[in-house]
């Protein structure tokens, strides 16, 4: 979705659910990653209910990440 700038917003928001992703999740998030910060953007992961370890996965990842941001539910 490409946004107008606004104070700094990201030009680039990418919205990706992950439900038990535990042995791909490292790789996608990471390969997406790249494309958002090529595009001052932001890679959003919702992490919807996985009973894995996705979980762990994203926050690690979200901690290395700066163009990354999780959400459980």
Known sequence: MLMPPQN???QLVIVMPAYNEAGCIDK????WAEVA???DGLLLVVNDGSRDNTGDVLNRLARET???RVVHQ
Not at 28 to 31: E, P, T
């Open 37 to 39: 910060v090529r595009h």
């Open 66 to 68: 700066s163009a990354l």
């Open 28 to 31: 996608v998030v990471r390969a």
């Open 8 to 10: 700094n917003s990201p």
